[in-house]
């Protein structure tokens, strides 16, 4: 058992967490993760419930389906391993869903290379995710207006819900949008993990481009690390955050 704080706002959250110790491929811990930010994400509503905010998602809405969702490492190799286990023939057909995305945001100008997202400055991202918004692309994953990996979907997505009105998600701005507060986001300290450890780069893109980045990673070799490792790296990063 793992104990750890967690700052959010004047108050400090006491949680505990059972972390495997030994070494284990890096994304195996993102279930834990998960869990971890599920309960992150149900605070964050108490308190903005207790404050007199209502969350406005809802299921059947996916207008936050059709922005930019940053992917990083451990949750595409994690994604690339659901891919991998689904028939071949929902195997190309989610290629040819992929395709045809990166064919609609390449018409609308937007570059959904694996590599992109990483060299941009933080303008330059703003840009970006603007742009993707403008062109309203649906995720390769979206089908009939939800998610079909919802169990497993990015992190970006789990942590991104709304006290404005859905309708404003359509175009959303920071004028139109209030994002419900989160204690801490594993989307924003999964990318700088991308082998379980720090200070080994950073790892963000696209979701569009996760097929190009599995194939060009297939066959690099990952070294398990122990689970308290990983889980006390991610510790770190969001105090540093
Ligand atoms: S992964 Fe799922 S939740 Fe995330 S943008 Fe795609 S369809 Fe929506």
């Not at 750890?4 to 890096?26: C, K, R």
């Not at 998960?34 to 809405?61: H, L, N």
């Not at 859905?166 to 594993?186: D, G, H, L, Q, W």
């Amino acid at each position: 058992m793992v104990e750890f704080e967690v700052q959010f706002g004047d108050s400090v959250l006491d949680a505990s967490a059972v972390v495997p110790e030994d070494p284990i491929p890096a994304q195996a811990m993102l279930p834990l993760f998960r869990s971890m930010s599920d309960a992150f994400v149900e605070f964050g509503r108490q308190v903005a419930e207790a404050e007199g905010e209502t969350i406005s998602c809802r299921e059947g809405c996916a207008h936050c389906c059709r922005q930019l969702v940053p992917m990083s490492a451990l949750e595409a190799l994690e994604i690339g391993d659901w891919i991998a286990q689904q028939p071949a023939g929902e195997q190309a057909a989610l290629k040819a869903r992929f395709e045809e995305t990166a064919r609609k945001l390449a018409a609308n100008g937007l570059n959904t290379d694996a590599g992109y997202m990483n060299g941009l400055e933080q303008q330059q991202l703003r840009a970006y995710a603007e742009q993707y918004i403008a062109a309203y692309v649906d995720c390769p994953f979206l089908r009939n207006e939800r998610c079909s990996i919802y169990e497993i979907r990015p992190m970006a997505c789990r942590e991104y819900l709304v006290t404005s009105p859905a309708e404003n998600c359509r175009r959303p701005s920071p004028e139109t949008i209030r994002r419900m507060p989160v204690p801490a986001r594993f989307g924003a300290v999964l990318p700088w993990m991308p082998n379980g450890r720090l200070g080994e780069g950073v790892v963000v893109f696209p979701l569009p481009g996760l097929l190009d980045w599995l194939a060009r990673e297939r066959g690099r070799a990952r070294p398990p690390v122990p689970g308290t490792e990983i889980f006390e790296n991610a510790i770190e990063k969001f105090r540093q955050k």
